[in-house]
T-cell receptor, first 114, second 115 residues
Framework: ETGVTQTPRHLVMGMTNKKSLKCEQHLGHNAMYWYKQSAKKPLELMFVYSLEERVENNSVPSRFSPECPNSSHLFLHLHTLQPEDSALYLC?????????????FGPGTRLTVL | AQSVTQPDIHITVSEGASLELRCNYSYGATPYLFWYVQSPGQGLQLLLKYFSGDTLVQGIKGFEAEFKRSQSSFNLRKPSVHWSDAAEYFCAVGAGGTSYGKLTFGQGTILTVHP
């Protein structure tokens, strides 16, 4: 595997379910990110991790819970989601966590909340 | 706070025609500018970036962009479009200093290519 991978690629869940999204980067980077991409809206940065420490949380509801066990893996745990949470969730990584550094994106997980 | 405007939501061109996608940014200091492309069902792929130096930047797939500070613009160009260029294009500006991951994206421009 190369670059940034995400699993699953598609996920359908009910509002009472608990699921997790997984991201893995094979680039040796130290920073990882979660973004939300909704229809007709710009990409929204959700979380930033630097060396497994969360350094940014952009006012994301607590029903989204990120986890970064090491610098190569990032999870987004989901519980009691709402239909408006349906979106494409993108993971990205960069060498350092600054906005000036190039971010490399995974293919995304298409989430549908029923 | 920084912002990015992509004035064109949707652009249609014929294969072989030239292309220019517009991007205007607002940022108080020297901007770090990026263009990404997203094919349907895929993540974002970096086309090119501008940090400093030569204001004409070359990228992958035959794309280039020109940074014009006086116009706060970073327009993307390609001299001859191929059908495989049909995708959505995003301009983004990164904050300098220690703003964690602060990459602000525009709304995107959808490119349709007619044969």
């Amino acid at each position: 595997e190369t670059g940034v991978t995400q699993t699953p690629r598609h996920l359908v869940m009910g509002m009472t379910n608990k699921k997790s999204l997984k991201c893995e980067q094979h680039l040796g980077h130290n920073a990882m990110y979660w973004y939300k991409q909704s229809a007709k809206k710009p990409l929204e940065l959700m979380f930033v991790y630097s060396l497994e420490e969360r350094v940014e949380n952009n006012s994301v509801p607590s029903r989204f819970s990120p986890e970064c066990p090491n610098s190569s893996h990032l999870f987004l745990h989901l519980h009691t989601l709402q239909p408006e949470d349906s979106a494409l969730y993108l993971c990205a990584s960069s060498q350092v966590p600054w906005g000036t550094d190039t971010q490399y994106f995974g293919p995304g997980t298409r989430l549908t909340v029923l | 706070a920084q912002s990015v405007t992509q004035p064109d939501i949707h652009i249609t061109v014929s294969e072989g025609a030239s292309l220019e996608l517009r991007c205007n940014y607002s940022y108080g200091a020297t901007p770090y500018l990026f263009w990404y492309v997203q094919s349907p069902g895929q993540g974002l792929q970096l086309l090119l970036k501008y940090f400093s130096g030569d204001t004409l930047v070359q990228g992958i797939k035959g794309f280039e962009a020109e940074f014009k500070r006086s116009q706060s613009s970073f327009n993307l160009r390609k001299p001859s479009v191929h059908w495989s260029d049909a995708a959505e294009y995003f301009c983004a500006v990164g904050a300098g200093g220690t703003s964690y991951g602060k990459l602000t994206f525009g709304q995107g421009t959808i490119l349709t290519v007619h044969p």
